[in-house]
């Protein structure tokens, strides 16, 4: 029965190609500006690492000046650690499982070909970044403690990297030129993209930049002075006593992002406790001149902490949203007028012995048809909205991809939508007195 109404219907729809299109276009503008914004909320609010994002916490040290307004929560503190106190923490023996400590960075590659220097981003890390993270792994393994400890010339590439200069084969063993020195190659990444990239979410535009292709130990980074891409921000003049690198690691400013691994919520309570403590011994030095406050936030938390979902983002989504509504408004009177058309096919079914349900159900699958098309061309209007939004911001060419998941949304809301619009035309056609309609015919 259902593949003769949809026959009816589709027959139904090319008999009024003008009304019809008129109904598809409002249903597909409505879907299509819907869909652009909610698909930029969706994929900027996911959770970028499900399976882990309940343990793993970045932390905050309030050490800045103790003359700004008091601290009321942790989007008050800066989302970033000075060096020394990051460096201090990685070595030190704190209940979490594992930590890790970093900064964003970048180096001039020079291949071995004839092929001309470039820029790439580096990311300056420690060993546990890459099992805390669940980064995956084309060729080889991570460095090792040893490795960070001694401060040795190893790499870890990402799979882009190692297509240009290796041509996708297996590069472990072999060496890149970062600036001056070389680097061995120890391991090669897959792709691996987080959305947002939680773990340097300074901002939106850093929460939605590239993963870094080249990966070195920390220390061999502070080595070779590679100084940090991102925001670096300080409040205390540094020591102009000593080098102008070394007086600048030595400083209050900060610029590097710290994560701890955190299994149960006593091991994250006793974290917590153990920086309130390391807090307490630099205020005896002459540190933390503000009221004691440390900062521990997951994932998700630290998403809003860092307000990757702008405000602004809310207020699109929700005009959209209205935009829908009167979209599917004007397909209420539309679908008023082409069911109300329709008089005299309803009374001669009528007639021939069909009954008020059969009738209601047989224009109710027309408007699921009509839904189903502008569903599909508002996917398609989406889909344009979202490269508009690929060449208006920059960092947004993550989020300007309708998934299937987004897909069946657009088409399912479009069904639903429409099919809710034309309850009340249906109904109203279904109750047609067929009598007096043949009478006029």
Request: proline residues 5%.
């Amino acid at each position: 029965m259902f593949s003769y109404y949809l026959r009816l219907a589709w027959a139904s729809v090319r008999r009024t190609p003008v009304l019809s299109a008129l109904m598809v276009l409002a249903l597909g503008l409505g879907i299509g500006a819907f869909m652009t914004t909610f698909t930029v909320y969706y994929l900027m609010s996911g959770n970028p690492i499900p399976h882990k994002s309940d343990v793993l916490y970045a932390v905050q040290l309030d050490n800045w000046d103790p003359n700004d307004p008091p601290t009321e929560s942790a989007r008050d503190v800066q989302p970033q650690l000075t060096y020394r106190d990051g460096n201090t923490l990685m070595q030190s023996d704190t209940p979490a499982l594992r930590q890790v400590h970093m900064y964003g960075s970048g180096a001039i590659v020079v291949p071995e070909d004839e092929t001309p220097p470039f820029d790439e981003s580096v990311r300056a890390t420690w060993y546990t970044f890459f099992e805390m993270f669940d980064v995956p792994f084309l060729y080889g393994q991570p460095w090792t403690l040893e490795d960070d400890e001694a401060r040795t010339s190893v790499a870890v590439i990402g799979r882009e990297l190692n297509d240009t200069l290796f041509n996708g084969e297996n590069s472990v063993g072999r060496s890149i030129q970062l600036d001056d020195p070389f680097f061995q190659v120890v391991g090669v990444i897959d792709h691996w993209q987080p959305v947002p990239r939680f773990y340097h979410a300074d901002g939106t535009y850093r929460a939605l930049a590239d993963t870094e292709q080249v990966f070195v130990p920390m220390n061999r980074a502070i080595d070779s002075q590679w100084v940090p891409q991102g925001n670096t921000n300080c409040w205390k003049a540094r020591d102009e006593s000593l080098p102008l690198f070394e007086s600048f690691i030595q400083s209050e400013c900060v610029f590097t992002q710290f994560w701890a691994e955190l299994e149960t919520p006593e091991q994250a309570a006793a974290y917590k406790d153990y920086l309130d403590n390391y807090v307490r011994g630099q205020k005896e030095i002459g540190r933390f001149e503000r009221p004691l406050n440390t900062f521990i936030s997951d994932v998700m938390e630290w998403m809003d902490v860092n307000r990757i979902v702008r405000d602004d983002n809310r207020v699109l989504v929700r005009l959209s949203f209205l935009f829908l509504l009167v979209c599917v408004l004007n397909t209420v009177g539309l679908l008023m007028a082409k069911f109300m058309g329709k008089g005299g096919e309803v009374a001669l079914r009528r007639a021939m012995g069909a009954s008020r349900r059969h009738v209601f159900q047989q224009n109710l699958v027309e408007v699921g048809l009509i839904g189903v098309l502008g569903g599909s061309a508002g996917t398609g209007l989406a889909w344009l909205g979202l490269r508009a939004v690929e060449n208006m911001y920059q960092g947004y060419q993550h989020l300007v991809h309708l998934d299937a998941l987004m897909l069946l949304t657009a088409i399912s809301v479009a069904t639903v939508f429409a099919i809710l619009a034309g309850m009340y035309p249906v109904w109203r056609v279904s109750r047609l007195a067929p009598a007096g309609l043949l009478k006029t015919q």
